[in-house]
């Protein structure tokens, strides 16, 4: 799948807070942290994200602590947000709320 990777505008960037409600935004990047019952919930969700990475080719910085994952998802090589972070973040909140 070929997703935009250019710099999102400004106002777009201004934006994703109201676009992506789960998510913070400080301008350059994109952050999210879901928590779950347990370990095993928290680690299953890891593995569905990561076959979101691997079919967009866009791999978010992350963790796990226990029952909680933390996803940090930017465009390094435009150098902050572009289209293919937000298709990340939304493709990310499709599994939350499934």
Known sequence: M????TL??????AAL????????CDGTSLSR????????????FMVRVAA???DLDHHPDWSNSWNRVTLAVTSHSAGGLTGLDV????????????
């Open 17 to 24: 807070g109201e676009r992506l409600p789960g998510w913070d």
């Open 52 to 54: 979101v990475a691997e």
């Open 2 to 5: 070929m997703v935009d990777r």
């Open 87 to 98: 298709e990340f973040a939304q493709r990310v909140d499709q599994l939350v709320d499934n």
């Open 8 to 13: 999102l505008p400004p106002d777009q960037v």
């Open 33 to 44: 942290v879901v928590e779950f019952t347990d370990f095993a919930e928290a680690f299953a």
